[in-house]
């Protein structure tokens, strides 16, 4: 009789521990979300979460983040298998394989305290969303990383070849740019010293970024808008990718061969006078030489062409499979609206909530120059193909400026391939 009664005691005390004094088993729910990996966001990523789960303890958000040119695989991988996260970033460069795939979900306006789309797009500043909206319906909860490129320059630079600083809010021509990287390039005894003005030559987007806008401003397009047709071969084209052969083996202002490892870090050690980047390049500048006296000026243009800059961005997705949907919104809302001051400080990130890139000038007076290329800005072309395309244009531009070739062959043979790439 003990003994039955012992078991029975023991159940009993092992329900109320399983239980809890509510009846009812307690399990928190979880969400999957992925970035890809920059320590800085990372670090601004996880107080964030911290804040959510503080705000809603019976929620556990599982983290992860992998190196920026592994993150896209792995997304297409989970996707294809079925355990595609709750919340994700993306690139605007792949936002159209990706609805095509059915990995976004439409916007949830009220996870945004809003009733309708509109009411949302009222949040952002005009045209920020633009990249992710497709026949009138928008699919993002927001912008994570906000940019366009402008001119980095070294004030030490200038001053050692006695050269006033450029303007922060008024372009030079591409003439007179150049000139400046023929000044700014140190060669002696036929080595290198430092370079007037690098890119990043090694990527296909930051090769498509760097030529796309100068191809805008002389009338033309990479890829037409309306077809889809790659312009691989026609001279607006033609006549940028000469120009970035020029610069190599005309005017010796830049060496593909020079850059180490990244312009940027070639940039803040002294290598390069002049670099292409984004505004998170501040930060990264200073983490590398904190001591560094910077200067930007905007995207140089054309003589004659109007103003045209270049603009990309990623962006906050939620999986329009998951379970818990309207949590996955929640917490995509909580992270894209209520930040900006941790992005920015933190990590040099962009959130183009309306009215608050001004605040950013105050804070950070660099800004002033981006703010005002902004306002000329486009983003990239759109392609369920984009990165087979931007290849064959790197690889294009790569060729030309390793060797003097026939830059017109060179395009006339990728537009070939690219009209493969599209299908045509």
């Given amino acids: 009789m003990r003994s039955r009664y012992s078991i029975f005691a023991l159940l009993i005390t092992t329900a109320v521990v399983l239980l809890g004094f509510s009846g009812v088993i307690y399990a928190k729910t979880e969400l999957v979300y992925w970035i890809h990996g920059y320590e800085p966001a990372v670090v601004a990523n996880k107080e964030i979460i911290q804040q959510f789960e503080a705000l809603y303890p019976d929620v556990n958000i599982r983290f992860d983040y992998v190196p920026h040119d592994d993150f896209e695989t792995k997304l297409f991988t989970a996707f294809a298998a079925g355990v595609g996260p709750d919340v994700y970033w993306i690139a605007d460069n792949v936002f159209p394989q990706m609805l095509e795939s059915d990995m976004v979900d439409a916007v949830m306006p009220s996870a945004f305290g809003v009733d309708s789309q509109a009411e949302f797009e009222t949040l952002f500043e005009p045209g920020a969303l633009e990249a992710f909206k497709v026949d009138g319906t928008l699919y993002t909860a927001g912008i994570s990383e906000y940019n366009t490129l402008s001119v980095y320059y070294d004030k030490a630079a200038f001053r050692e070849a006695g050269l006033p600083y450029p303007s922060a809010t008024e372009p030079m021509t591409v003439a007179e740019f150049i000139e400046l990287g023929q000044k700014l390039t140190k060669i002696e005894k036929n080595r290198r010293i430092r370079s007037g003005i690098e890119f990043e030559w090694r990527l296909p987007n930051w090769i498509s970024q760097t030529v796309e806008p100068w191809v805008r401003q002389l009338g033309g397009e990479l890829v037409d808008p309306e077809t889809g047709m790659p312009q691989f071969d026609s001279e607006e084209v033609i006549t940028v990718v000469q120009l970035l052969q020029d610069l190599v083996f005309k005017y010796e202002t830049s060496d593909p061969a020079f850059v180490l490892q990244d312009h940027v870090e070639d940039f803040a050690y002294g290598r390069v006078a002049m670099v292409l980047g984004g505004p998170f390049h501040m930060g990264f500048t200073r983490g590398l030489k904190p001591d560094m006296e910077i200067g930007v000026m905007p995207f140089p243009v054309f003589e004659g062409s109007p103003r045209v800059t270049t603009k990309y961005s990623w962006a906050w997705m ?106 045509l």
């Fill in 318 to 423: 939620v999986n329009p499979h998951s379970r818990n949907r309207e949590l996955a919104w929640k917490f995509a809302a909580f992270a894209a609206t209520e930040h900006q001051g941790l992005w920015w400080n933190n990590v040099r990130f962009i959130q183009p909530l309306k009215g608050k890139m001004d605040q950013l000038i105050e804070a950070e007076p660099l800004m002033e120059t981006f703010v005002a290329d902004f306002e000329y800005s486009k983003y990239q072309f759109s392609s369920t193909q984009y990165y087979e395309l931007a290849h064959i244009l790197l690889q294009a531009v790569s060729e030309v400026t390793s060797a003097p070739v026939d830059v017109r062959q060179v395009m006339e043979r990728a537009q070939k391939e690219a009209l493969g790439a599209v299908g």
